[in-house]
């Protein structure tokens, strides 16, 4: 239990409700226990829920096993009615909780949910990177784990680059960073990556991909994937971003238009969400909650879901803000509608009960008929509205470290407590006050200590304390490129912007018209380098991907930018050349070993140009290529 | 019901290395497949073929007399298919025919989906492919060779809808097909085309040891070992199942000159050297003007090359072990196979150690519309599914976890196993 880390550490060993029996009770009890079924009418989801108890009375009484029902269950093995018993060390732990008063993480005083800054007000970015390293650096120092040191600037200067343009720096822009000597260099640099386009676009594209991932190939949209609308969307995401647009304004501009997608790109939106290429109140309300409130609503739309606190009607409630809202991929139109919804036939539970319109628990509008969409994001983009800017926090928080302070991202609700409750508020507070200013968060996070720290493992660490240092955000996560940003890496090692890796013959006749089996040249790449994206550090790659960057022809031809390097520059010696290679692909210089040994190679070589091209090609299979350390 | 683990369980590794997988190439497997068959540690490997756009159950497994294809004996007494696959009806002993299909979806995306996962498309995630669950559940982790494989036999000019790919869903992309655009052609990118490897290699080893020691992190031992089972497989001899030219030419003609039978002979080959699921589609039986003329085209080579494959397979001893399928999405309207059929068609499977020289369900053969109702066991897409991962020797009483820890039944709660045809 990763979260378990932060808190084992911070108090006695008891066992919590939140981080160690809920997991355990989702696991074996809640399929029968919880808000599907509810065998014996007992419910094990929420602490009054279990007090309340079933037909054989409470589940759990603090401190008297003889009367929790839950204990009494499982320790002849009663219980669970299916599957193995619960071993020795699920027992001991449920006994402990009982005994020791059924403690939970909201009663907890060593919880460090302060903020450290004052919520009202934005703050200067170096003020807020401060408390960030504040917030870890304490929960690190409660755990006692060392974190490792910060990492040096070539290593620094290809992560930030990757994250904020999603691409590598050219070889002119590595060595121009890495020369600097100025003190402010990596703040400088920040603010300079920020300002750029390539800003804009990378996280266009990362949000595209969050709306439709690439790889799914025919969901929501009756098999014909609306691919050209797709990337119109990410690029309409790249120019507000660019432009500087706050969050709660694009989300306003995406959530409230109407009208021609041809234009108004950002209406694809719901014609992606929704099913059959036709707009959906529940695809709407289903992904509204997940992107834009950190909730996990996917469950409550057929029965009450059976793991977590959400209940059918609630999910309804909130998908009457969209029941007025039809289109397909070619518009999107919302006509004044009513403040109830009926639960269609598609669901397991209550298939035409009426359901009246209401925020997620929050207030119940009084109209009997409205046009909801705006009213919904009124409410939504409020900045004391308990979602919206924490929700963007944590999934920024993700984008840099592969992990949210909530998991999974989507995943905010009471019983599954954040790692750092200080910090979450700290960003969500942060982030509301600065207007939703995405830069402003941005520019906060990379110029922590904590982002700038290295990814190396730099002292002797067992399993445990690595994995801890890891939970706790004590070294940077070494990730896998997603693949826009290997795309583009490769684009400009090989000087080549209209690169395509497809394995095809145009005589196999694959490429044209809906039954093509092969993508064009970005879709396919998209595909074949698709990545885990709800763990970036999960690399997936096998063979089809090593053998594609080993031996596709195109790659084997050789780099145009080196060819156009060395017709520019005449004269080079061997080093030279090495050094230029490992700054178009690594973004740093070789050491003394790697420059030797390239220099050899290079010199021992019948042909220098075809040697190059072998350097080159070790470059780019160096796991320090295809990997962001 | 336990949840169903990404990785092999315990169990599953002891069985593994003692039938000597998980050592890699110390194995000198492919030489010794050619004479041997394969014992699988666990579960049946499977051949797909797909026929996209929806074949024509009377012009091929499902003949009536008033038909335009007359119905010919074959090698079982009392089952006859189409006159235009003399071939194949001398293998009838060794085939299973499914003539009760019965699917509820008309329309070509919806059906590919649903015929390839078991379940009805829905909005939010995709349910894995067939070939992805064979290949979590048979494949051979850390095996040089990839679990599953999909080959491209080719496209006639006609529409068969959007292309279905084979996805792994919550399964994670280690389950991806990996994909061979033409079977002449083998595995993309097997071989270098420019520079030598030996000394290209030589040059990044030292910085790639010096890597890992200074980043010991998953996503690093992960890189590497895919890099080394990619360098392995390239010098493996067993790379050479990828590679046609390495049978000989009478067996290739045999197996016919045409993409599809090349394409099933790529796929012996594969099973052979230890691939679990492969997938072999061929498209353009969307066949609006009527399926005489077209499946009459066809015919030669599908009869060739699939009758082929199931002897070529049973004189390897692999037969028992490989499950052959023959299907589409759905069949055709009864008579001249104009429109889309969905509920009467015929799938036929061969091998797999099942029941065979039987047929499984019945559609009427008189009344005014022959063919157009199924009289006997109907066989639901859910049943389908089942039945197929069953013979593959899973449990699909598992479940896997889906997103938002939702668990996911492997097949429809709905389906009942169509025992006739389990051994």
Known sequence: MLVGVASSAASANDPILEHDVLPLLQKRCMGCHGGLIQKGKLDLRTLPSMLKGGKSGPAVVAGKLDDSELWQQVIDNDMPSEGEPLSADEKQLLRKWIESGLPTWTQRKDKRDNPLLPADKKHEPARVAQAIDQHIDAALKAANVKPAPVADDAEFLRRVYLDLTGRVPTPQQAASFLDDQSPGKRAKLIDTLLASPQFGEQFGRTWREWIAPPELPSDMNSGRQPIEQTRALGKWFAKQFNDNHTWDRIVRDVLTANGELKNNPQLIYFGLVGQNAQVTAEGSARTVASLFMGVQLQCAQCHDDPYRDWAQHEFWALAAFFGGTRGDFKKVEEKPGESQIVIPKSAFRNAGTKVQISFLRGPTPKDKKATWRPRFVDWLTANDNPYFAKAFSNRAWFYFFSRGIVNPIDDFRELNPPSHPGLIALLGNEFAASGHDVKHLIRAICNSKTYQRTSAVTHDLNDQQRAAQTALFGRAPVRVMSPDMLFDSLKLAFGDPKLDLRSIDPKDGNTNGESAAVGDVVLQFQRDFCINEEDTTDFTHGIPQMLTLMNHPRLQAGSKALDEHLKQQKDLTPPQVVEWLYLATLSRRPSDEESAEAVDYVKNASDAIDAYKDVLWMLVNRSEFMLIR | ?423
């Open chain 2, 1 to 423: 019901m336990p949840k169903h683990d990404h990785w092999l369980s315990r169990r599953d590794y002891v069985r593994l290395s003692a039938a000597g997988v998980l050592t890699g190439a110390s194995v000198p497997w492919f030489e010794s497949l050619a004479n041997a068959a394969v014992k699988r540690p666990r579960g049946k490997s499977c051949i797909l073929l797909w026929m996209d756009g929806g074949p024509s159950q009377q012009h091929t497994f499902d003949p009536k007399p008033t038909g335009e294809f007359k119905p010919i004996k074959t090698s079982v007494p009392g089952v006859h298919i189409a006159e235009k696959f003399p071939k194949l009806a001398q293998c009838a002993e060794h085939m299973a025919i499914m003539r009760s299909m019965t699917t509820e979806i008309n329309n070509h995306y919806d059906a590919k989906y649903y015929l390839h996962t078991g379940f009805k498309r829905v909005t939010g995630f995709e349910h894995p492919a067939v070939g992805c669950i064979a290949s979590q559940q048979v494949g051979l982790p850390g095996d040089d060779m990839p679990s599953f494989v999909t080959i491209d036999a080719g496209n006639d000019k006609g529409n068969g809808g959007r292309f279905y790919r084979s996805v792994p869903g919550y399964l994670g992309p280690r389950h991806a097909p990996l994909a061979v655009q033409n079977p002449a052609r083998g595995l993309e990118n097997l071989n270098s085309t420019g520079g030598d490897t030996d000394a290209r290699l030589k040059l990044l080893a030292a910085s790639e040891q010096r890597f890992a020691k200074q980043y010991p992190v998953p996503a690093v031992n992960a890189k590497q070992a895919a890099f080394d089972r990619a360098v392995k497989l390239m010098r493996s001899p067993r790379a050479k199942a990828f590679d046609l030219e390495d049978e000989p030419t009478e067996l290739r003609q045999q197996y016919g000159e045409h993409r599809f039978g090349q394409s099933c002979l790529l796929a012996r080959r594969l099973i052979e050297s230890g691939v679990s699921f492969v997938e072999v589609f061929h498209r353009g039986w969307d066949d609006h003007e009527g399926a005489a003329k077209r499946i009459a085209a066809r015919a030669p080579w599908m009869d060739a090359a699939m009758a082929t494959l199931i002897l070529d397979l049973k004189n390897r001893g692999l037969l028992d072990d490989t499950l052959v399928v023959w299907m589409g999405e759905f069949g055709r309207s009864p008579g001249n196979g104009s429109g889309h059929f969905c509920r009467a068609w015929s799938a036929m499977w061969a091998g797999g150690g099942i029941n065979t020289g039987i047929t499984v369900g019945r559609t009427n053969e008189g009344g005014k519309n022959p063919g157009g109702t199924i009289e006997e066991r109907p066989i639901t897409a859910p049943d389908y599914m089942a039945t197929l991962l069953t013979a593959l020797g899973i449990d699909t009483h598992q479940e896997f976890m889906g997103p938002g820890m939702r668990p996911m039944p492997m097949v429809d709660k709905s389906a009942k196993v169509v025992k006739e045809v389990l051994a």
